[in-house]
Each structure stands twice: as C-alpha cells, then as structure tokens.
C-alpha cells in the first residue's frame, strides 16, 4: 500500500467504489471519467507504478491479468464485438493516475491511431 496512492485505496476498499470484478490478486472498477460506453480500469492489488516497475517476478500476475481481462469484457458485454485494453506509461504515454491501470473500453468503435 502507496500512502496518497488513490487506486490502493480503492483495492483496499479504503474508498469505496462499484467492484466490477475482484479476486486475490486484482481489481476491477469503472473509470470515474468514461471514454466509453463501457471503461473499466483493471488494478493489481499490489502497488506497482507502471510498466517499467515490473519485474520477472510479476509475470505470473501480469499474465493473470490479461486472462481476467477477457473474462471481465464478457460480463461487460462487449467481448464479441471487442473492445480496447490500453495501459499508459509514464508522462508521454499520458499516465496521471501512478499505480499500473489497464482501461477496458467497450461498447462502441475504436479509431486508430489514438490521440
Ligand atoms: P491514466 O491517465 O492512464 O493514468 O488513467 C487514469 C484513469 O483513472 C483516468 O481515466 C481517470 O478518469 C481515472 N480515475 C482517476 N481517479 C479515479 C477514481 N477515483 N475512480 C475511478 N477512476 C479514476
Ligand atoms: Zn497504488
């Protein structure tokens, strides 16, 4: 636990928020700001504050998370027609919140390339 780190917060339930998906390891809830019909940010429990701050010691949760990902598109609806999994990193990748965040944004088309 970051101490000023809101989504610590929210994984430890220290502020409460809608879960969307939980387990051991991982939180999901919805984007307080959504640039989608569906925009669901998926959290480690763990503090990590982005890409460049794993480890091979976080491959088996790295890759948890990117089998719950789908998991949690189905139950939003939105994993037949797709959706997008972005993860921002650091100042030019527009990252504002600093504990790693995968956005699932769905329920509508997608254009490339992103702004
Ligand atoms: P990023 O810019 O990639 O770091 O994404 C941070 C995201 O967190 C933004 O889309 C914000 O809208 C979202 N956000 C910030 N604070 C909260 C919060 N308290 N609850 C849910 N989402 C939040
Ligand atoms: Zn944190």
Redesign the pocket.
């Known amino acids: 636990m970051q101490q000023d780190c809101?989504f610590c917060k929210?994984a430890s339930k220290e502020?409460p928020?809608k879960i969307i998906y939980e387990d051991e390891h991982v939180m999901a809830?919805?984007?307080?700001?959504p640039?989608a019909p569906v925009h669901v940010?998926v959290v480690p429990k763990r503090h990590i504050a982005n890409l460049c701050e794993t480890c091979s010691d976080d491959i088996t949760l790295l890759g948890h998370i990117m089998t719950v990902i789908p998991k949690i598109a189905a139950q939003l609806g939105v994993a037949d027609d797709g959706f997008r999994t972005?993860v921002?990193t650091k100042d030019n990748g527009?990252?504002?919140?600093h504990h790693i965040?995968w956005?699932v944004l769905g329920g509508r088309f997608m254009t490339w390339p992103p702004g």
């Open positions: 809101i929210i502020i928020t809830f919805p984007d307080i700001k640039a940010l972005v921002n527009g990252q504002t919140v965040h956005h």
